[in-house]
């Protein structure tokens, strides 16, 4: 199995469901909307976070043109900024876990003899692995960017 990284692991989260079903599917029949909101957060596609962003832009260029009137101004602030950011990541982590009890379901279904075949419990379960393996991605690569932070000196 071919492991996820970076941003085109990322990009290619849409390929490595199943062959039938995009995130937008899932999302209108399955339930899926925190993984379809993790997904357009990622490739740019939130209108809200686009909308704050080029907010946050236009601001910065206001600034920079013209520094002796910051009075119009209203600054975002950091505090803003890590709520969004752990609303959006709290959001994807419950529906990793959300998917791995639907994955445990659908095997406890199988063994138990209930009307399930083992094609939709082999979906369910490498749904829940990748986004497992996604998350743990996005932990490393955290825990990488919170290091270098660290060694920067002041």
């Given at each position: 199995m071919e492991m996820i990284s970076g941003i085109t692991g990322i990009q290619n989260l849409n390929n490595i469901t199943a062959p039938?079903?995009?995130l937008k599917n899932v999302n209108s029949t399955g339930?899926?909307?925190?993984?379809?909101?993790m997904d357009n957060f990622l490739?740019?596609?939130?209108?809200?976070?686009?909308a704050d962003l080029q907010g946050i832009i236009e601001k910065n260029q206001f600034y920079n043109a013209d520094k002796?009137?910051?009075?119009?101004?209203s600054e975002v602030t950091p505090?803003?900024?890590?709520?969004?950011?752990?609303?959006?990541?709290?959001?994807?982590?419950?529906?990793?876990?959300?998917?791995d009890h639907e994955a445990e379901k659908a095997v406890e279904t199988?063994?138990?003899?209930?009307?399930?075949d083992l094609h939709s419990v082999m979906i369910a379960s490498e749904k829940a692995h990748l986004s497992m393996e996604l998350a743990i991605q996005l932990r490393n690569k955290f825990?990488?960017?919170?290091?270098?932070?660290?060694?920067?000196s002041v």
């Open positions: 039938t079903t995009s339930g899926y909307e925190n993984m379809y909101k490739n740019g596609n939130d209108p809200q976070l686009t002796a009137d910051v009075s119009s101004i505090a803003d900024v890590a709520d969004k950011f752990s609303d959006v990541l709290g959001n994807y982590l419950k529906n990793v876990n959300g998917q199988l063994a138990s003899g209930g009307n399930i825990v990488q960017a919170y290091q270098e932070i660290s060694r920067i």
